[in-house]
């Protein structure tokens, strides 16, 4: 018999799944953390987490949507990570950078 587990998650569940996962990723023991799910599903949607020591209370005053537009993908799945290396690297090559 193949065993099957269907799950339904809505977005608080998502998030904390996440950040409890990228947390414990970046060895961190109790922590804060702020999260949000943007975009739109099957095009854009992205989620934008910071994650600090939970002394830290400058966490929540940081403005995700803000640092969503700022910065460029860096998980450890992203594909724009993976190009934007590339594009360095080949970068380095031409100019003998190495």
């Known amino acids: 018999m193949i065993k099957q587990v269907v799950f339904k998650y809505n977005e608080d569940d998502l998030l904390e799944i996440l950040t409890e ?14 999260a949000v799910i943007v975009g739109t599903p099957g095009k854009d949607l992205r989620m934008i987490a910071i994650i600090g020591d939970s002394e830290d209370d ?7 949507e803000e640092l969503d ?4 993908y860096n998980g450890s799945h992203s594909k724009a990570q993976y190009i934007n290396n590339m594009s360095v690297l080949l970068k380095k090559i031409k100019e003998k950078d190495f």
């Open 58 to 64: 400058s966490i929540r005053s940081e403005n995700l």
């Open 69 to 72: 537009e700022k910065m460029e």
């Open 21 to 34: 996962h990228l947390a414990k990723e970046n060895d961190f023991g109790e922590f804060c953390a702020r």
